[in-house]
């Protein structure tokens, strides 16, 4: 990670930690970057934060006075964006988003004419240009200055994208969505209603404030009430940006990024589909999506918690699908990125063509309880790396043997430590977690 790039770009409290002067900026260094040798060319979408409008126009007037044209798609979702990016023969992409965050946060996701996240050798460029360590870029004059394009055709143009690949009409199919007043809220309904379901939105009235606020993918109680009162057939959360997708079946239970990945992948699989009969999963899956795996003959490859990382894996062994518990799916046939509406198409796939409730389908995983705890730390790889914290993890390894497991990691956001413990009960999950975030404080490592 670098200065101000984390996992997923730029991120922090809006004009804070992100400053419109760093959006200036980065819209001044891109712009010239890409226009070196021609007049670059860069899109634009956001979120629906009061932020996003800010920081959109910090952004086009940098690119502008740097010689870009900038494209405007307004409110859309961050796959969105990687998709016109890589179909339209963009420079860059540019998303205005801080995903799951509160409202009052904010990030710039920039992404490659690939539709892949930025290059790190790209962000440690920025980087310098924004701390002044890599001199000036010069302005655009006279007719080289740039201009702001409005571009809603694009999302458009991705909403028929979506459409397309749904493999039968959703007809008396009675489906529910949590937009979470966030990017979803122009696009999800349009798409459903596009199939023939009996669309059922809640949390599609943003007001700039209310993004992610007790609603969404990680708010998903209340989907489940909704799921459960309507008697729904199944129900779709996103998160803000709309890259995350976590499901509901029929009887009001979670349906995560786990067990997504079981049942696109063995779907997949079983239509000789899945390449290499692999996912590709991080190191916070649950131990039990890989006991189920092993039952029906899935491998596994385990990557550092990101979907960055998880594509880049995917990419270097041809694997077609891969993503994180947290509910970032990639199918990589159709996307580059993780993408909530296009994985909640592909599990209506898996129902719609094997005619199994949500429920049925996820049946065969036992998931483990889980517990993480987040603890906030001063510095976190010497927390991280201290003896006594060490000589605690390796306790818990030992006493939880094979029948569970315990994660300690640096967060790439944020200032804190994430401990997770995987156990047979809750109570041992408390037990150990307590254990080594008990060792954290007696060594002094934890802020208030």
Known sequence: MGKYFGTDG??????????????????????????????????????????????EYA??????????????????????????TRTEDFDCGIMISASHNPYYDNGIKVINRKGQKLEAEVEEKIEAYIDGAAGEVPLAKKEKIGKTIDYAAGRNRYIGHLISLATRSFKDMRIG??????????????????????????????????????C??????????????????????????????????????????????????????????????????????????????????????????GDKYVYENMVQNNFCLGGEQSGHIIFSKHATTGDGILTSLMIMEVMMETKQSLAKLAEPVTIYPQLLKNVRVSDKKTARENPEVVKAVDAVTE?????????????????????????????????????VVDVMEKEGLVVE
């Not at 930690?17 to 900026?25: I, N, P, S």
């Open 177 to 214: 969505l949590d937009c979470s007043n966030g990017s979803a809220f122009a696009i999800a309904k349009s798409v459903y209603d596009a199939l023939g379901a009996k669309t059922y939105v809640i949390n599609n009235e943003p007001d700039g404030m209310n993004i992610n606020t007790n």
């Open 216 to 305: 969404g993918s990680t708010h998903i109680e209340v989907l489940q009430e909704f799921v459960k009162e309507k008697k729904l057939d199944v129900g779709f959360a996103f998160d803000g940006d709309a890259d995350r997708c976590i499901a509901v079946d029929e009887n009001g239970n979670v349906v995560d990024g786990d067990l997504i990945l079981y049942i696109c992948g063995k779907y997949l699989k079983d239509q000789g589909r899945l390449n290499g009969d692999t996912i590709v999963t991080t190191v916070m899956s649950n131990i039990g999506l890989y006991k189920a795996c092993d039952k029906v003959g899935i491998r596994y490859e385990k990557t550092r918690v």
């Open 399 to 435: 006493a939880l043997g094979e029948d569970g497991r315990i994660l300690v990691r640096e967060s790439g956001t944020e200032p804190v430590i994430r401990v997770m413990v995987e156990a047979t009960t809750d109570e041992l999950c408390e037990k150990y977690v307590n254990q």
């Open 10 to 55: 730029f991120r922090g409290e809006a004009n804070v930690d992100l400053t419109v002067e760093h959006a200036f900026k980065v819209g001044r260094f891109l712009g010239w970057y890409y226009g070196q040798e021609h007049r670059a060319r860069v899109v634009i979408g956001k979120d629906t934060r009061r932020s996003s409008y800010m920081f």
């Open 59 to 84: 952004l086009a007037a940098g690119l502008t006075a740097s010689g870009a044209d900038a494209y405007l798609l307004h409110v859309t979702t961050t796959p969105s964006v990687s998709y016109v």
